[in-house]
């Protein structure tokens, strides 16, 4: 079974400060997918990236960027000098069955709360 | 793009009717959705997958004849919660598969919070 542990349950900057959500997962799958989503007040869940088992290469998009570590299991994400905007939960997800259209296993979330 | 939308977003109704929620797929097909059910300050629960033309498949301990699950379009899938009661309240997320790039990746809706009274 999979499982995916955010160990920071909250997490408190303040503006233009950097800050890592760092993600763990366990998996029995040699294939299998990451996801990043952001879920801000409102409530909806919007999707931040997709990375699959075979490809460990670090991404950055804009302020923000993702460390994909096959050896550790990890696969943290960094916001760099962050804004009032980024405060919301953030959820690390993977899948199940080694394909990317498996279910989806969430993490806890962390909760950014960034003070202007 | 890859909307999906939510309807209604919010409901409020009292105890021992039946709500529908709709979900739908503005600008892409889904065979498959998902239907999730979030309480306060939790992670998101997986309670049923939704498949056009065939029926639900119901994750481990969620009623079927409690939240009913039609998927009749390519677009729209409905959760209907017969005969709410207070417990049952909560948020309700849905989320479509798209498939882009080779690989698929789920969308999700914006959500409906409801209060059974």
């Known amino acids: 079974a999979q499982k995916v542990t955010q160990a920071q349950t909250e997490i408190s900057v303040v503006e233009k400060e950097d800050v890592t959500l760092d993600c763990v997962y366990e998996t029995r799958d040699t294939t299998y997918y990451l996801f990043w989503y952001k879920q801000p007040p409102s409530g909806e869940l919007v999707f931040l990236i997709r990375r699959n088992s075979f490809d460990e290469q670090n991404e950055i998009s804009g302020r923000y960027s993702w460390n994909f570590q096959k050896s550790t299991s990890s696969f943290n994400f960094t916001i760099t000098a962050s804004q009032v905007v980024d405060s919301a939960v953030y959820f690390c997800?993977?899948?199940?069955?080694?394909?990317?259209?498996?279910?989806?296993?969430f993490g806890q979330g962390t909760i950014l709360t960034v003070h202007p | 793009g890859a909307v999906v939308s939510q309807h209604p977003s919010w409901v409020i109704c009292k105890s021992g009717t039946s709500v529908k929620i709709e979900c739908r797929s503005l600008?892409?097909?889904?065979?498959?959705m998902f239907w999730y059910r979030q309480f306060p300050k939790q992670s998101l629960m997986l309670m049923a997958t939704s498949n056009e033309g065939s029926k639900a498949t119901y994750e481990q301990g969620v009623e079927k004849d409690k939240f009913l699950i039609n998927h009749a379009s390519l677009t729209l899938s409905t959760l209907t919660v017969t005969s709410a009661h207070p417990e049952d309240s909560s948020f309700y997320i849905c989320s479509a598969r798209k498939s882009s790039g080779g690989a698929e990746t789920q969308y999700f809706g914006p959500g409906t919070r409801l209060l059974v009274l």
């Open positions: 997800v993977t899948n199940a069955g080694g394909t990317s259209y498996g279910k989806l296993t």
């Open positions: 600008d892409f097909q889904a065979t498959t």
